[in-house]
């Protein structure tokens, strides 16, 4: 952390005393006072807990992005991002620096542009699509996180619109002596292809993607090691936004069961709709609802939520939800995308999930500042 806190400082200093350089150091800050009920707890019983939390509605991020023009439409372009914890002041998840973003590649306002480094795998691209933007209590909760993983070793292409068509594609490189993988690096292979076609009065988005197990090169779990085909679709109304979604992970059999899970699954389906009302230029009122069905006992899942923000300028903003999920009998989601496995103390680490068949029902509400 104080060696990213150097970077930043330097680059800082080089932008101020350089107003023509094209660094840009940009970030947001967020934090929330969050309650949840059902709460597993040592004894088999549940309890509810109020928390600081450095972002539900959306999380802390500390970047730097730039360009040189190199002429003929063309710009060298790079980007670096890493999550902070604005509870207590270090970096988020995972040790790496820049844990988001560590790109470098060219751009051309008529091929479009092509990146090498670490980025937000495609399958976050739901995000446009999801009413919370997958936010903690959203489309993310159902699949355990699936779609909020980041891709190393990374290849991908965006190209410009076509009458309103655009094209993406990434492919992630294992970086193992097995081309999928085989426990030798951290990563298994990666790849995805999203096609999106923007309208005035709507939008739809395709994806297609596959993460292999990087301890065998695998697809062997729905939510962390499978394929996902997405479709999406938002309707632009006046004040209203509407947003439907669905999503298939898919495996190819031959689920290794985490030790205690419930089930083992090697299908998982969800889908979902909701609505946004833009009442006023500043606050906007959303309501959604998430399901999932898992295959071979992994049961159903329904997340029913309620949420708002309140712009109070254009860099500031209030945000609120509440939010409630019901399991089936043999399923055990929480409003939170945690791991599979029951629900309480295991090694010293805490697992949020419920009881199977119980629910959780939480409220947060924060506040947002970006710059």
């Known amino acids: ?49 109020v928390r600081a939390d450095p972002g539900d509605w959306s999380g802390s991020i500390l970047g730097l992005k730039g360009s040189e023009d190199i002429g003929g439409r063309t710009k060298i372009v790079f980007q670096l991002e890493q999550d902070l914890n604005s509870m207590n002041g270090t970096a988020g998840a995972g040790s790496s620096f820049f844990d988001r973003y560590a790109t470098v590649g060219a751009s051309n306002d008529a091929f479009g542009t092509l990146l090498l480094g670490r980025e937000l795998a ?72 999203q096609l999106t076609y923007s309208a005035a009065l709507f939008q739809v988005r395709g994806i297609y993607d596959e993460i292999r197990d990087p301890l065998n090169g695998q697809l ?77 006992g992994g049961g159903n899942a329904t997340i029913y939520t309620l949420g708002g923000s309140y712009n109070l300028s254009k860099r500031t903003l209030f945000d609120i939800q509440i939010a409630t999920v019901r399991n089936s009998k043999t399923a055990n989601f929480g409003l939170d995308a945690n791991n599979e496995g029951p629900g309480g103390l295991n090694n010293g680490t805490l697992n949020e999930n419920p009881e199977p068949g119980r629910g959780q029902t939480g409220v947060y509400a924060g506040i947002q500042h970006s710059f």
């Open 220 to 296: 062997d779990n729905p939510f962390t090691a499978s394929r996902e085909y997405f479709i999406g679709a938002n309707l632009f109304l006046g004040q209203f936004k509407l947003q439907a979604a669905y999503t298939a992970e898919r495996t190819s059999g031959g689920v290794i069961t985490p030790a205690g899970s419930q089930g083992s699954p090697t299908t998982a389906d969800m889908e979902w709709g909701g609505v946004t009302w833009q009442a006023t230029p500043a606050a906007a009122l959303i309501a959604a609802a998430y399901h999932v069905n898992a295959n071979n």
């Open 1 to 49: 952390m104080k060696k990213l806190l150097l970077i930043v400082s330097l680059a800082s200093v080089a932008v101020g005393a350089h107003a023509q350089s094209s660094v840009t150091l940009y970030g947001a800050v967020n934090g929330d006072i969050e309650y949840m009920s059902g709460i597993p707890v040592a004894n088999g019983g549940t309890k509810s807990r």
């Open 122 to 193: 495609i399958a976050n691209g739901v995000w446009d699509f999801d009413p919370l933007s997958q936010s903690s209590w959203s489309s993310g909760s159902l699949v355990r996180g699936r779609n909020w993983q980041k891709s190393s070793n990374n290849i991908s292409y965006q190209s410009p619109k076509f009458s309103g068509l655009d094209v993406y594609g990434q492919y992630s490189l294992s970086n193992a002596t097995s081309w999928n993988g085989n426990g030798t690096t951290p990563q298994g292979r990666q790849d995805g292809v």
